[in-house]
């Protein structure tokens, strides 16, 4: 009969790792390519640029907490980690989903300023404005609910206060469902418009194709 122990030396951290700094330093050089094109044709910095810096900075910060993370134990199990190095683990959960939830806003946010850049016909501008109006409510109403996941805040790391605490599960299901919807929606968006376009209609589906592949 196979042994059902548990092999408390297993450590997927390492692995958490190696997944998360190669992207980061893609996202990096992405934006380097992407001002270092802005400098060599002499164009000047628009509102997406710097919000899309603001985005490097917390993919950076999501990076740096999801490190500590790793440090105090994730992706080991529960048994091998001790109690104190358990508080610190649960502090940077809550400070990396502080973060992330930020983060994500955020790069809806450059696309939509992007788009305001490119396409200039008010009425267009009008939906980028209501979509802009509809993240900023969101990641207001996120943040709000995220900070006070727990009742009081406390307890979410430490657990000999009473406290009240919604369930991560719903909450980040629920966070993943707007995400996602928001994310098809901002996608379509300049579909309607790159199709107005006097061109052909092979280049209307490169367009398309790389506005796609860009979300």
């Known amino acids: 009969m196979a042994s059902s122990a548990v ?31 802005r400098k ?11 919000a899309v810096l603001v985005c490097l900075l917390l993919t950076w910060a999501v990076v740096v907490s ?18 104190s190095d358990q508080v610190r683990f649960l502090k940077s959960i809550y400070a990396l989903n502080e973060i992330y939830i930020s983060t994500t806003p955020s790069i809806k946010v450059a696309a939509l300023l992007m788009y305001r850049r490119i396409f200039i016909t008010p009425t267009f501008w009008k ?11 969101w990641w207001l109403a996120e943040t709000v ?19 009240k605490c919604m369930s991560l599960r719903d909450f980040d299901l629920a966070f993943a469902v707007i995400n996602i919807i928001f994310d098809c929606c ?29 979300g």
Request: glycine share 6%; net charge positive.
């Open 145 to 163: 609910a995220a900070v006070f996941l727990c009742i009081p805040v406390q307890g979410w790391w430490d657990r000999s206060v009473a406290v």
């Open 7 to 37: 092999d408390l030396s297993e450590d997927k951290g390492p692995l958490i790792l190696r997944s998360i700094y190669p992207c980061a330093a893609v996202a990096t050089l992405a934006v380097i390519a992407r001002f270092t094109s």
């Open 66 to 83: 999801l490190h500590f993370c790793v440090l105090y134990g994730g992706g080991r199990h529960l048994q091998s980690i001790s109690p």
């Open 186 to 214: 901002i996608l379509l968006l300049p579909v309607n418009m790159l199709w107005r376009l006097q061109i052909t209609n092979v280049q209307k589906v490169a367009l398309t194709f790389i506005f796609m592949l860009g």
């Open 127 to 137: 939906v980028v404005y209501i979509f802009l109006a509809l993240v900023g409510a």
């Open 40 to 50: 060599m044709m002499r164009v000047q910095w628009a509102l997406d640029d710097y």
